[in-house]
């Protein structure tokens, strides 16, 4: 880990856009410890048995069918920042394309700068990561562990490795299912954030695009939360006291980052969605919760979310 290099990466930013990607992988990776990933032959089993078990479980509970992505890695964090810079260059793309070009250079440094901080923090705290890669070529979708992070955070929170590790394994899982059981869904979100997205690049604000993307991250977040609840063969409220409260804590850069990239909002989704979801499968099971991945109309609009019983009415046969 050099920051030094991070910082003479970010100085020597080059080329036409106002974000240089290679300097900004090469910056955040610097100012990174990778981590190891230098496993036993039964800790990496273990990951895969996590990951199948999940799979299984929430087959099960769900009634949906779904696979898991081909791709399963575990990583270390330089493993993880290079997986997403792609993502960030696509989602940062039309504003490219649009933005204004005032003093290129300078705005060309603190854009570099300002998006190199975010990976890095970022890779040095994501645990594991459902990949669906939104405004990509293809159909691909991939599911990450950082190991290092799982590891250090376990620690951390003084929870045991193993259990916690399965824990972030059944969460990911949960998306997957969701993203196999609406294969329209990237789509859908796909086109409401380049709407908003391409708005913002000239000056404007989508703010329906905006409220139709968080409302289905909102049952995204919730309806994963559902599934934990049923199929995670443990007790796990102690790990989610102990993860809400590290969330809330942290050093000074880690919530301005948390800030900047929304983190905030999606605990909202979290509680909002699992709300709704709660109330739903009250009423109907969690089958019943089911059926908002038949198709998109299925989705709860933002008013819904707060009144399940009109997204009841209106859904129900």
Do not use: C
């Not at 604000?205 to 909102?218: H, P």
């Amino acid at each position: 880990m050099s920051l030094y290099r991070s910082v003479r990466a970010v100085a020597d930013a080059s080329g036409t856009g106002p974000i240089d990607w290679e300097a900004v992988a090469e910056a955040a990776k610097a100012s990174t410890d990778p981590g190891s990933i230098d496993m036993s032959p039964s800790e990496r089993e273990g990951y895969a048995t996590d990951v199948r078990d999940a799979r299984a479980r929430v087959r099960d509970v769900s009634g949906a069918k779904f696979d898991v992505p081909d791709t399963i890695e575990v990583q270390n964090r330089h493993h993880w920042i290079d997986a997403n810079i792609d993502t960030f260059r696509r989602v940062m793309e039309p504003v490219e394309e649009h933005g204004p070009e005032i003093m290129p250079g300078v705005a060309r440094t603190i854009n570099t700068g300002t998006m190199s901080v975010m990976l890095s923090v970022l890779g040095k705290n994501v645990l594991g990561q459902y990949d669906p890669l939104l405004l990509a070529e293809g159909d691909e979708h991939a599911l990450y562990f950082v190991r290092p992070n799982i590891e250090r955070i376990a620690d951390e929170l003084d929870v045991n490795y193993d259990r916690f590790r399965r824990w972030i394994a059944f969460h990911e899982v949960t998306h997957a299912a969701e993203f196999g059981a609406a294969p329209w869904l990237s789509d859908h979100l796909e086109t409401r954030m380049e709407s908003g997205i391409d708005a913002l690049a000239q000056g404007r604000l989508d703010r329906e695009a905006f409220r139709e993307l968080d409302a289905a991250m909102t049952a995204v977040e919730g309806y994963a939360e559902l599934l934990m609840d049923g199929a995670f063969d443990d007790e796990y409220a102690d790990l989610r006291e102990k993860m809400e409260a590290r969330r809330q804590g942290g050093d000074p850069l880690s919530r301005l980052v948390r800030r900047m990239l929304g983190l905030g909002l999606k605990r909202r989704q979290y509680e909002r969605g699992k709300a709704f979801f709660e109330a739903v499968a009250a009423r109907r099971g969690i089958e019943g919760a089911t059926v908002v991945w038949d198709r998109p109309e299925n989705l709860p609009t933002d008013d819904e979310i707060d009144d399940p019983e009109r997204w009841l009415a209106r859904v129900s046969p």
